[in-house]
């Protein structure tokens, strides 16, 4: 699973779906932010918590202090993910 904005295509990945990005840096930079903004939104109908993630990959495209915290937690997630692996494949 591919999560983030693929430089080649332009378009948003998240999972198996895939959203096309607006080119400009401002039109990404708006499009994350109105996305974080509608995720604190999120216990009103068809806006949830969800687009605060969202947007914050949509930031982290062209901002570097968000690049920086996303890149953090993935290698985190990715170091997480291998120790839990290496446990389970340990008790079996």
């Known amino acids: 699973m591919k999560f983030g904005i693929d430089h080649k295509t332009g378009r948003l990945n998240v999972g198996k779906w895939s959203l096309a990005m607006p080119r400009s840096r401002v039109g990404r930079i708006a499009t994350g932010s109105a996305l974080i903004v509608g995720g604190t939104l999120g216990f009103l109908p068809i806006l949830g918590f969800w ?3 969202l947007g914050l990959v949509v930031l982290s495209h062209d901002l570097p202090a968000v ?6 937690l993935a290698v985190w997630w990715a ?3 291998n120790r ?3 446990r389970k494949e340990g008790q079996q």
Do not use: D, K, L, V
Not at 67 to 72: A, E, G, H, L, T
């Open 67 to 72: 690049r920086r915290r996303r890149r953090r």
């Open 79 to 81: 170091y997480r993910q």
């Open 84 to 86: 839990r692996s290496n």
């Open 51 to 53: 687009m605060i993630p």
